[in-house]
C-alpha cells in the first residue's frame, strides 16, 4: 500500500478556499485516493474519492496529478464547522477489502 | 446515510478483565472493521470480517478477537484486558461500489472510549 505524506497542520480563516495537499509518490496502478476527515469525538467520515484528473462533490473537489503522484483536496468557503483532521488514505479498495491506512492527517483550523 | 452504532460509548474496566465492544450496522454491508486510535496517532486496524461467521486479523490484532455472528453485527472482545488498550474504538462498515465493484468507502461509528485500570 502507497504511504501519503501530507502536512501536519493549516491554518484559515472563515470564508477563505483552503487546498490540502497529499504527496503519494508510490501509488499504484490499481490503487485509488481517498479523503476522510474526522472532528473531535466523532469517527472519521467520508469526503471524497478518486482516480484521476479532477473530482467534485457537494463538499469538496479534488485534483489529482497527472502522474497521480499528488493529489489536492480543495474546501470552498470553509467555516468553523471545517475544522478537523483530514486524512488522505490510498488504497487498491476491493483488491484489499477495503483496508484502509490512516497516516497523521492534516490539522485543519479555522479562525472567525 | 450509512448507520453505525456502537456500544458502550463509554466502558471502564479493570486489568485482566473480559470487555466486549458492540457494533451494529443497518445498511447490509458485506464487510466490517475495527479501529483503535490513540492520542496522536491515526486510527489502527485491529480485525475485519468479509460477512457473517467471517473474522481476519488486521495489523494490530494481538490481544484482541472478534466476532461477527449476522450481517449486522461486529464485536470486539478483549479476553484480558490491560492498560496499554485504553484507547477509543471505532467500527465501520463498507462495501464495494461502482463499476467492477473496487471502491469501498467506509461509513464509522461514533466510537466507544476504553479505559483499563
Known amino acids: 500500500l502507497a504511504k501519503t505524506t501530507q502536512p501536519p497542520s493549516m491554518e484559515a480563516y472563515e470564508g477563505q478556499e483552503v487546498n490540502v495537499s497529499c504527496s503519494h509518490t508510490?501509488?499504484?496502478?490499481?490503487?485509488?485516493i481517498y479523503w476522510y476527515r474526522q472532528v473531535p469525538h466523532q469517527g472519521p467520515q467520508f469526503i471524497i474519492q478518486?482516480?484521476?484528473d479532477y473530482v467534485v462533490n457537494e463538499v469538496a473537489s479534488l485534483f489529482i496529478s497527472a502522474d497521480r503522484k499528488l493529489s489536492t483536496l480543495s474546501l470552498p468557503w470553509v467555516s468553523l464547522r471545517d475544522a478537523a483532521v483530514y486524512y488522505c488514505?490510498?488504497?487498491?479498495?476491493?483488491?484489499?477489502?477495503?483496508?484502509?491506512?490512516f497516516g497523521q492527517g492534516t490539522k485543519l483550523s479555522i479562525k472567525p | 446515510e450509512a448507520a453505525v452504532t456502537q456500544s458502550p460509548r463509554n466502558k471502564v474496566a479493570v486489568t485482566g478483565g473480559k470487555v466486549t465492544l458492540s457494533c451494529n450496522q443497518t445498511?447490509?454491508?458485506?464487510?466490517m472493521y475495527w479501529y483503535r486510535q490513540d492520542t496522536g496517532h491515526g486510527l489502527r486496524l485491529i480485525h475485519y470480517?468479509?460477512?457473517?461467521?467471517?473474522?481476519e486479523k488486521g495489523d494490530i490484532p494481538d490481544g484482541y478477537k472478534a466476532s461477527r455472528p449476522s450481517q449486522e453485527n461486529f464485536s470486539l472482545i478483549l479476553e484480558l484486558a490491560t492498560p496499554s488498550q485504553t484507547s477509543v474504538y471505532f467500527c465501520?462498515?463498507?462495501?464495494?461500489?461502482?463499476?467492477?465493484?473496487?471502491?469501498?468507502?467506509?461509513?464509522f461509528g461514533p466510537g466507544t472510549r476504553l479505559l483499563v485500570l
Open positions: 465501520a462498515s463498507g462495501d464495494k461500489e461502482g463499476l467492477g465493484g473496487r471502491r469501498d468507502t467506509q461509513y
Open positions: 508510490n501509488i499504484a496502478t490499481s490503487e485509488y
Open positions: 478518486g482516480y484521476k
Open positions: 488514505i490510498v488504497t487498491d479498495g476491493g483488491y484489499n477489502q477495503g483496508k484502509l491506512i
Open positions: 445498511n447490509n454491508h458485506n464487510n
Open positions: 470480517s468479509y460477512g457473517a461467521g467471517s473474522t
